[in-house]
């Protein structure tokens, strides 16, 4: 059985796909995330090590992706109980609770909102 050999733009193509970005300079192959700084840039003169280490950064960006969606539904969670409380406080003029869950409210928003704003 052959294996067909990797052209740069099926590579460009098949790393775009995943969130990559692969550049040829000269010899040298550079793979980094759309829109990713010099920091995060790999840098290799093999098309398949371009690919291959493409393949495992987009697999983390998505782990890493996953998880911040999680975070981001576990707090939204915790604030529409919150409201819920809050709404329940409010109805029997219980202000004390109400105040101290205000307080709460307000450090699950700048959470949501830290999380949700890059």
Do not use: P
């Amino acid at each position: 059985m052959t294996i067909k050999k990797l052209t740069i733009k099926e590579a460009k193509q098949w790393l775009a796909n995943r969130g990559m970005t692969l550049r040829k300079r000269d010899d040298e192959f550079r793979v980094n995330f759309k829109g990713g700084n010099e920091a995060s840039a790999y840098y290799t003169n093999d098309l398949r090590d371009a690919c291959e280490t493409g393949r495992e950064m987009a697999c983390h960006l998505e782990d890493q992706s996953k998880l911040k969606n999680e975070a981001v539904k576990q707090t939204a969670d915790t604030i529409a109980g919150l409201v819920h409380d809050m709404a329940a406080y409010a109805k029997f003029n219980n202000w004390r609770d109400f105040n101290a869950s205000r307080e709460v409210l307000n450090r699950e928003f700048a959470k949501f909102y830290s999380l949700t704003i890059d």
